[in-house]
């Protein structure tokens, strides 16, 4: 059974760089199967999609978000891992990270980490 | 355009079938997927692809889909169907998109 698990401080001040890493558990990045994505919550509100890579390194982000979004994979610790640059108190939500089949006709995710709320404050 | 529109609430009484839709041009040429959502939980999938439901899931949830609009419907509620459902697709750019979400209540 595939388990991800997210990490990283719970506050962040504005301005400064948020960085998440998600460690995965029974199966590896390195399998080439799947994409290994970032989705984001703002507390009350709807999922965001923030961008995927796959274990060759490469990436892909949403647009809106693209300028102030880094997203890199260390296959050899089976995690990857989120830095989202001059954060905003806007940016303050739970932060999940989650397996993506990939594959022409689809965009979906199968397996979910828990999340971790991030707040942004001073 | 890369967007999917959800109505915000549905109800249904208890043991009544119920639809809940999810509209988007990407969805002429994509399959969409669904996600249950319980406070203070993960997404969770229910149906992905043309109507394929992951281990676990009920058969009481199946997808469908006609031209720029598909739907999850849920086939005789129960009360631990009540949460949020999203929808999700991708568009022709590779971008996954998500619809805002629609609240159910039971009932």
């Known amino acids: 059974q595939v388990q991800l698990q997210e990490s990283g401080p719970g506050l962040v001040k504005p301005s400064q760089t948020l960085s998440l890493t998600c460690t995965v558990s029974?199966?590896?990045?390195?399998?080439?199967?799947?994409?290994w994505s970032w989705i984001r919550q703002p507390p009350g509100k709807g999922l965001e999609w923030i961008g995927y890579?796959?274990?060759?390194?490469?990436?892909y982000y949403n647009p809106s978000l693209k300028s102030r979004v880094t997203i890199s994979v260390d296959t050899s610790k089976n995690q990857f891992s989120l830095k989202l640059s001059s954060v905003t108190a806007a940016d303050t939500a739970v932060y999940y990270c989650?397996?993506?089949?990939?594959?022409?006709?689809?965009?979906?995710?199968?397996?979910w980490g828990q999340g971790t709320l991030v707040t942004v404050s001073s | 355009s890369s967007e999917l529109t959800q109505d915000p609430a549905v109800s249904v009484a208890l043991g009544q079938t119920v639809r809940i839709t999810c509209q988007g041009d990407?969805?002429?040429?994509?399959?969409a997927s669904w996600y249950q959502q319980k406070p203070g939980q993960a997404p969770v999938l229910v149906i992905y692809g043309k109507n394929n439901r992951p281990s676990g899931i009920p058969d009481r949830f199946s997808g469908s889909s006609s031209g720029n609009t598909a739907s999850l419907t849920i086939t005789g509620a129960q009360a631990e169907d009540e949460a949020d459902y999203y929808c999700n697709s991708r568009d022709s750019s590779g971008n996954r998109l998500f619809g805002g979400g629609t609240k159910l209540t039971v009932l």
């Open positions: 890579i796959y274990y060759s390194g490469s990436t």
């Open positions: 989650a397996r993506d089949p990939g594959g022409y006709s689809y965009g979906f995710f199968d397996y």
């Open positions: 029974g199966g590896s990045i390195s399998s080439g199967d799947y994409y």
């Open positions: 990407s969805l002429r040429s994509y399959y």
